[in-house]
């Protein structure tokens, strides 16, 4: 749903702040209940989750088939490779210590 005005509710009275995206969307909803009932929010956000059923919005996540897959294109995989192969020879070398030691004795 697109809500084209900002949401007109007392953000302190509600504990929430304009300023945080996830408080806005909660506001929107919390207006948009007075016009339409059962409004289900749908995220993977679980802090949005947590603080939404604070308030008493019943939330769901979207079933994973139902998700936009996110292709890499091949520089993103090429650096992922790499970045992983880095990791395994870092991981790989050994840990070196060099300590010398000195005879202090006088002749």
């Known amino acids: 749903m697109f809500i084209p005005s900002e949401p ?9 702040s304009s300023q945080i995206p996830d408080d806005r969307i909660i506001a929107s909803i919390l207006e948009q209940n007075k016009y339409f009932h059962n409004i289900i ?14 308030k008493g919005i019943k939330c769901m ?3 994973f088939e139902y998700r936009i897959k996110i292709k890499k294109d091949k520089k993103q995989e090429e650096i992922e490779k790499l970045r992983n192969r880095i990791t395994f020879l870092e991981n790989k070398l050994p840990i070196t210590k060099l300590k010398i030691l000195t005879d202090n004795k006088s002749a």
Not at 8 to 16: A, C, I, M, Q
Not at 41 to 54: E, F, H, M, V
């Open 8 to 16: 007109s509710v007392d953000w302190e009275k509600e504990g929430l």
């Open 41 to 54: 929010l749908i995220t993977s956000d679980l802090g949005l989750k947590l603080k939404a059923s604070n």
């Open 61 to 63: 996540s979207l079933p």
